[in-house]
């Protein structure tokens, strides 16, 4: 059924329709809105039988999960941010017993300096953790990942990250085409857990492991997520069977068919490339682009095939691997056949800075004239930077860093490019 | 058989002796169908209280649910010494999740099983001193407030023992531990620092707060059945004497934990609703030297020159125990 309905509203009432049995909230600037109509939901009875749990941390909120999934009940949890930080040792902890756990992540800064705006700074953090992560470009794939959510983490009994733009995608109303139960309920069989705490068979999980075992369970882990892969593809067919539309899968591409530079990419900003791209082509530029739907595990094999042709490669990434460039564009320079130089970095977006059409369209031209740095800040203020730097030379006592670059800036309700 | 009005003793404890106890007040542990939920062969030091307490706790909390029993433990000694894989001591459903998110844990099986209808399945959780007081204080006060359908069974050794013997927030004034050494003026744990759990248990006035030592195991046993009768969250604190961090000789884990008791150091109580509701009488009230003395971990203070000064400061904290929780019969105070 069509719907104009917030993103988070969106992806509560598909969560809804996975009948999850225990939700842990935490509270946290750009998820809200998702748990307070899950809330509702299981306040009014709609969602039934569901267990609504207000924890008073993130770190509890993941605590619950794993209880609740290990003693074999559907979990779901959705944080950000700092949130995810807070949840990280037990985030890793539900990776390594294998707990079907589903989670979103309304993708948010990691402060300091404290800042609730979009950028993946928070996911990529955890990209090691485990967890299988997808991120979604819209409101309506944001939606469906979730639905494939719950089906691909129980299936490899590994938990999934359900990534979606903090305000871009959380608070934005969009047109979504919202599946029936009868849909979801003829994707997504109940779910049987591999494991489970249970008196009729008692068993001990979580176990000490020694250097005997120790590299044998990560592997497992490691060759469970490679498997994945294989079988992500199967079950995107499956989807577009059921609900008649494709959606999620490893990766997109959008028009590199003769691409010559292809412009990588996560979540939302997608769509604002996609409009780059179609200007520029109609101008006779070789471009295309190709975006990442799961980001772990990573589909080598996919981005390897989308970027053979291409003689250049823009990865656009709102991350930053600080000391060292970008995080992503590490990923796909490896998956790359071509030379690790042709891949260049540009670090866009952070802490919710705007990215305009203008400023994409500037340094694909210069990708495409060779002039583009390996890595590069989109829309940085450079003399502003400049301004910082000389007044910490010419001043031990030079003070807080962030507060300094604000009196630069002087008051600004916004700085849009 | 038949009512037996008359009580015997074991020469020299306070403990009646369990076979001269009618059958329905004979221990758990004595009843050759004990389920053994913490079973032997683990790898716990020689006189762990820990291991002596966990194994009374938990088989009690079993014969009282009928078996329908699942532990979430904290990391810790306890765990490490029960599940050294693939042997594990536990007979029982048990998870291992975090040092710090046992009581959160607890509280998502819990919501499974209430979820999913299985009303008769009942959770416990436990952890020691540090996974309880310090790095799970947030969890285990959250578990508290929601009232979580969990008991929460704290082993009190007084220090973090498994990562060697270091100071946490229950280690008491004066004690040695490795981060709270015997130097300089004022030698081991300082003084005017530390939490007192049970009083937070029930400043959170859920339904069940209780301290026991396994000392007085009847007591301990009657406690754990009389939490898991009840449904909401429930804390039981144990103290756990260790051998190994606090020094003394492995065959005195008994002894000293009667003396904590005795000296009025460890009151022994039980509340309701946040309301003192009952506390084991002090039998006959010993002065802490007597408690001190024993432990490794005080004996700085016998050493010349002695610290009376110090051994006073912890007579005056039993006597205001004593006083607080009136651990002494009036006649007696009178004297």
């Known amino acids: 059924m069509l719907k104009q309905i917030e993103g988070s509203a969106a992806v509560a009432e598909a969560v809804a329709l996975c009948r999850p049995e225990v939700i842990c909230a935490y509270p946290i600037s750009p998820q809200t809105h998702i748990v307070e109509t899950l809330g509702r939901m299981v306040t009014a009875e709609k969602l039934t039988p569901c267990e609504f749990i207000n924890v008073e941390s993130e770190f509890s909120a993941m605590s619950v999960a794993i209880g609740a999934s290990a003693a074999g009940a559907r979990a779901y949890t959705a944080t950000a ?79 999934v990250m359900v990534c979606m733009d903090g305000f871009i995608l959380t608070h934005a109303y969009e047109r979504v085409d919202m599946p029936t139960q009868e849909q979801v309920d003829a994707y997504l069989p109940p779910y049987d857990p591999r494991q489970v705490l249970d008196p009729a068979n008692p068993i001990s999980i979580g176990a000490m492991v020694g250097p005997e075992a120790f590299m044998e369970v990560r592997y497992l882990a490691h060759a469970k997520q490679r498997q994945a892969l294989e079988l992500m593809p ?15 899968g490893l990766t997109h591409t959008y028009r590199i068919e003769d691409a010559d530079t292809v412009v990588v990419a996560l979540g939302s900003v997608l769509g604002t490339i996609k409009d780059t791209v179609d200007e520029m082509r109609e101008q006779g530029a070789r471009i295309g682009v190709l975006g990442i739907t799961c980001f772990r595990p990573w589909p080598t094999g996919a981005v390897r095939a989308a970027l053979a042709a291409a003689k250049r490669v823009v990865v656009l990434e709102k991350s930053l691997a600080v000391g060292l460039g970008g995080i992503v564009s590490n990923n796909v320079a490896a998956s790359y056949a071509g030379s690790p130089e042709l891949v260049h970095t540009v670090i866009a977006g952070l802490g919710g800075r705007a990215i305009t059409r203008r400023s994409l369209h500037k340094v694909f031209i210069e990708a495409i004239e060779g002039r583009l740095e390996p890595v590069t800040f989109l829309d940085l203020d450079h003399s502003m930077v400049e301004r910082v730097l000389t007044r910490e030379r010419e001043l031990r006592h030079s003070g807080p860093i962030a507060e300094n670059i604000l009196r630069e800036l002087g008051v600004v309700a916004a700085k849009v490019g | 058989m038949s009512y037996q009005p008359i009580r015997f003793y074991q020469t020299g404890t306070f403990t009646v002796g369990n076979r001269l106890l009618p059958d329905e007040q004979r221990s758990v542990q004595a009843n050759m169908r ?43 000694c306890l765990e490490v010494f029960s599940t050294p894989y693939p042997e594990t001591s536990w007979q029982i459903p048990w998870i291992h999740s975090l040092f710090g998110n046992a009581a959160a844990v607890a509280a998502g099986i819990a919501a499974a099983m209430r979820v999913k209808g299985r009303h008769e399945v009942r959770v416990v959780a436990q952890g020691g001193d540090g996974g309880t007081a310090d790095i799970g204080f947030g969890c285990l006060s959250g578990m508290f407030e929601r009232n979580d359908d969990v008991l ?10 498994n990562t060697g013997v270091q100071r946490s927030s ?70 756990v004497p260790c051998p190994l961090g606090w020094g003394h000789d492995p065959a005195l884990t008994i002894k000293i934990a009667r003396l904590a008791k005795e000296t009025g150091l460890f009151p022994v109580l039980e509340a309701e609703g946040g309301k003192l509701t009952n506390v084991s009488k002090i039998k006959r009230k010993l002065p802490v030297e007597e408690y001190l003395r024993p432990q490794q971990r005080y004996a700085h203070l016998f050493k010349d020159p002695e610290r009376r000064d110090v051994i006073d400061r912890i007579q005056q904290m039993a006597d205001r125990n004593i006083l607080r929780y009136r651990l002494l019969d009036d006649v007696e105070r009178r004297a």
């Open chain 1, 81 to 159: 941010s700092q949130g995810l930080l807070f949840m990280a040792e037990a985030v890793y902890n539900a990776a390594g017993l294998g707990l079907p756990i589903v989670m979103t992540v309304a993708n948010r800064a990691i402060g300091a300096p404290i800042n609730i705006w979009n950028d993946h700074t928070d996911a990529l953090s955890q990209r090691d953790c485990g967890w299988i992560q997808l991120f979604a470009e819209d409101n309506q794939e944001a939606l469906d990942l979730h639905i494939q959510a719950f089906r691909l983490a129980e299936e490899l009994s590994l938990p």
């Open chain 1, 234 to 248: 199967s079950w995107t067919a499956d989807f577009k069977r059921i609900f008649g539309r494709e959606s999620g």
């Open chain 2, 34 to 76: 004990r389920t053994n939920s913490l079973n032997s062969g683990h790898r716990a030091c020689q006189g762990c209280g820990e291991a002596l307490g966990a194994r009374y706790a938990i088989d009690a909390a079993m014969e009282a649910t009928q078996r329908q029993l699942v532990a979430a433990n904290a990391t810790g």
């Open chain 2, 152 to 161: 929460y069974i704290c082993y009190d050794n007084e220090g973090y023992m």
């Open chain 2, 170 to 239: 229950t280690t008491p004034p004066a004690a040695r531990t490795n981060t709270t050494m015997p130097l300089g003026h004022s030698p081991g744990n300082r003084f005017g620092q530390g939490k007192y759990l049970p009083a937070i248990a029930m400043a959170h006035e859920i339904p069940y707060v209780a301290t026991a030592t396994v000392a007085e195991l009847h007591d301990l046993e009657a406690k754990v059945r009389r939490a898991m009768g009840i449904h909401g969250a429930r804390y039981i604190h144990i103290l």
